[in-house]
């Protein structure tokens, strides 16, 4: 338990012998439950996990009865029959820590790339209420992505700005990050067999939490690469990825801006969106017959000119309107952390100025 709230831990593995067992054994003692899921393996995980859930169930038992505090078995392992997917496997953890009615349930990778150390820095944000999810990012400071490839940071930048306008939550980076947190409150919210099962999940669970008002956490982090072999491959998971974003996208507009409420944006979306496709194949019969003339080109100029208007205008809207959803996590030299969000740095701002007309205010009564 931490802070008053139950802390459960979903550690996913497929293939990840020789690497689980340590993220097993390196847990926070505050976690009060850990479902670790072997996601149909084809080595030696299944059996790694099971020796090394025994052994930590066998420690913290040890510890409780000393402590006269039975808690039973922390360490969960549950096996796939058939693979079912990152995504599929974070899903099959989801259900049971919402079953048993965990307040706040982490997302631990079984390769080892997230330090268990700051796991409560993951978790803050929704303890202390300020959000309903939370999720690492390597990219908010570039001192943390020095051991990120360029590559790699290449593929995340692409990644990360389609999942903005998909999501809704324009300011939050770093979608690909696994690491995260989620509230009891959101797991009630959404659908858990609805999320997709492939790589996209994290993409994906992102616009079904924007639908529902949920506030999310961006917390800063160091990148950790070791021996995991990472098996995404941008060349294609980008593409695949922008078709589920586009329909998630779609789906956001319909629940969120009309379903649950309505704003014009969906119209200004509407009408980019035609004019944009309309000004692409008209610019291609011109130069496919050779016969455009300058009337012609200036017409699809300006169609050009007003699609984008209207998409920048209906970004803009979206934006303005999920601003209050956002926050950032910032790591001081301390290690201690500040939250810093629009409504946090008007307030500071605020309060400055009241401070400065008092000092002011003072001078003049010494004064006369």
Do not use: C
Not at 7 to 22: K, S
Not at 83 to 94: F, Q
Not at 136 to 154: A, I, K, V, Y
Not at 296 to 315: N, P, Y
Request: charged share 20%; net charge negative.
């Amino acid at each position: 338990m931490y802070k008053g709230k139950t802390v459960a831990v979903v550690i996913t593995a497929y293939n990840e012998e020789g690497l689980v067992g340590d993220v097993i054994d390196t847990l926070p003692t505050f976690v009060d439950r850990a479902y670790v899921v072997d996601d149909a393996s084809t080595d030696g995980t299944w059996g790694e996990i099971k020796r090394h859930s025994t052994a930590l169930n066998a420690a913290r038992s040890a510890a409780s009865v000393v402590d006269g505090d039975e808690t039973g078995e922390v360490a969960v392992p549950i096996r796939h029959e058939t693979n079912s997917g990152v995504g599929g496997a974070i899903k099959t953890g989801y259900r049971r820590a919402y079953e048993e009615g965990m307040d706040v349930t982490v997302v631990l990778n079984g390769d080892g790339q997230m330090d268990p150390d700051i796991l409560d820095r993951i978790i803050d944000p929704i303890v202390e209420g300020r959000a309903d999810y939370a999720k690492g990012n390597r990219l908010m400071s570039r001192e943390h992505t020095g051991d990120m490839s360029t590559w790699r940071q290449f593929g995340n930048g692409i990644l990360t700005f389609l999942t903005k306008v998909a999501s809704g939550y324009w300011k939050t980076m770093d979608p690909q990050n696994g690491y995260t947190a989620i509230s009891y409150r959101a797991l009630d919210s959404i659908d858990i067999d609805d999320l997709y099962e492939e790589y996209g999940f994290l993409n994906d669970l992102l616009v079904k939490l924007n639908a529902y008002n949920m506030r999310v956490a961006d917390v800063e982090m160091q990148a950790i690469y070791g021996e995991e072999t990472s098996t995404i491959r941008y060349s294609t998971f980008i593409p695949a990825l922008s078709l589920l974003l586009l329909r998630s996208f779609l789906w956001r507009l319909k629940v969120r801006y009309l379903v649950y409420d309505f704003h014009p944006l969906v119209l200004l979306y509407a009408l980019g969106s035609v004019g944009l496709l309309a000004t692409v194949v008209q610019s291609g019969v011109l130069i496919a017959t050779g016969i455009g003339g300058v009337l012609a080109w200036s017409t699809v100029g300006l169609a050009a000119l007003f699609s984008g208007f209207a998409l920048s205008l209906a970004m803009s809207f979206d934006l303005m309107n999920n601003e209050h959803l956002e926050r950032q996590v910032l790591a001081t030299d301390s290690a201690s952390i500040r939250y810093r969000s629009r409504m946090t740095v008007e307030s500071e701002e605020d309060d400055a100025s009241k401070g400065q007309i008092r000092s002011e205010s003072a001078v003049t009564e010494s004064s006369s």
